[in-house]
T-cell receptor, first 118, second 109 residues
Framework: EPEVTQTPSHQVTQMGQEVILRCVPI?????FYWYRQILGQKVEFLVSFYNNEISEKSEIFDDQFSVERPDGSNFTLKIRSTKLEDSAMYFC????????????????FGPGTRLTVT | KNEVEQSPQNLTAQEGEFITINCSYS?????LHWLQQHPGGGIVSLFMLSSGKKKHGRLIATINIQEKHSSLHITASHPRDSAVYIC???????????WGAGTKLIIKP
């Protein structure tokens, strides 16, 4: 069964460093998403991406964040200058289509990358 | 104000019991999702529904659009059902999934 994969599973970085979290969505999916979950808190939407551009982004997704689909398979989240409060689990997801199309589509989640900023 | 509220926050039950987890939301939605988060953190989509009822094995999800309420039921619960169950809604005006805080379910043998 196709699945979303994420690398690395755990990333430790120092405050101020740049990190890139990588995701390989399911191959025929068109929409890609990043979410984060700070330890003990609810999952929060960061950004959705379609047709090589951002569809939606939350207030959390400020200028330190960026997303890219550098090739036909990878989808990356870059955090430019990490802060302590960026420590969280980051989940990538993909779906065949977005919630706004007729009949919403399920999102399939990767296993997550645990980011620890020290 | 939370746009998605779940109850209860925590639920402990004995194996075999019938489980109900509730979700209320305050926004217009295009779909509601039920997801399961395992202790290791992984998230699995269980259901996505916009009306009526869906069933997968021992899991049943219902939604009442007029009342803005959904329930997730587990019949003949088993210790392997122990996980956090999360309700999330896709708004009808954007592409963002709005997540509830989750219900931590523990099924004791």
């Amino acid at each position: 069964e196709p699945e979303v994969t994420q690398t690395p599973s755990h990333q430790v970085t120092q405050m101020g460093q740049e990190v890139i979290l990588r995701c390989v969505p399911i191959s025929n999916h068109l929409y890609f998403y990043w979410y984060r979950q700070i330890l003990g808190q609810k999952v929060e939407f960061l950004v959705s991406f379609y047709n090589n551009e951002i569809s939606e982004k939350s207030e959390i997704f400020d200028d330190q964040f960026s997303v890219e689909r550098p090739d036909g398979s990878n989808f990356t989240l870059k955090i430019r200058s990490t802060k302590l409060e960026d420590s969280a689990m980051y989940f990538c997801a993909s779906s065949e289509a977005s919630g706004k199309t007729i009949g919403s589509y399920e999102q399939y989640f990767g296993p997550g990358t645990r980011l620890t900023v020290t | 104000k939370n746009e998605v509220e779940q109850s209860p926050q925590n639920l402990t039950a004995q194996e075999g019991e019938f489980i109900t987890i509730n979700c209320s939301y305050s926004v217009g939605i295009s779909a509601l999702h039920w997801l399961q988060q395992h202790p290791g953190g992984g998230i699995v989509s269980l259901f996505m529904l916009s009306s009526g009822k869906k069933k997968h094995g021992r899991l049943i999800a219902t939604i009442n659009i007029q009342e803005k309420h959904s329930s997730l039921h587990i019949t003949a619960s088993h210790p392997r059902d122990s996980a956090v169950y999360i309700c999330a809604v896709m708004g009808d005006s954007n592409y963002q999934l709005i997540w509830g805080a989750g219900t931590k379910l523990i099924i004791k043998p």
